[in-house]
């Protein structure tokens, strides 16, 4: 998990951080991950605005959270997991 947490609200693209570096550990293009009443949330980054905010490519649907543990994952790291998964669901077909 990433240092901090999150308030993720319903029908917003803006996250809020709380003791979060976002700086240092994100960029645009990014995900952050969080799970959410038992639902995963992988939510792109469209930009960083400071350490403690972060705005999302489309608006949060998830219901409101606050205090909400989050995953920082590269982009890089994302398009290779992607790519992985494609390769083997391929080969089983």
Known sequence: MSAGTLTLTNNSAVVI???TRFITDLKAGDMVVSVVGGVTYTLPISSVDSDTQVT???VYD???QTGAAYSA???KAMNSIT???VAE???VL
Do not use: D, F, N, Y
């Open 89 to 91: 669901t391929t080969k």
């Open 83 to 85: 790519a992985q998964l």
């Open 56 to 58: 999302l490519i489309k």
């Open 62 to 64: 998830g219901p409101t």
């Open 73 to 75: 994952v590269p982009r």
């Open 17 to 19: 951080g709380k003791e």
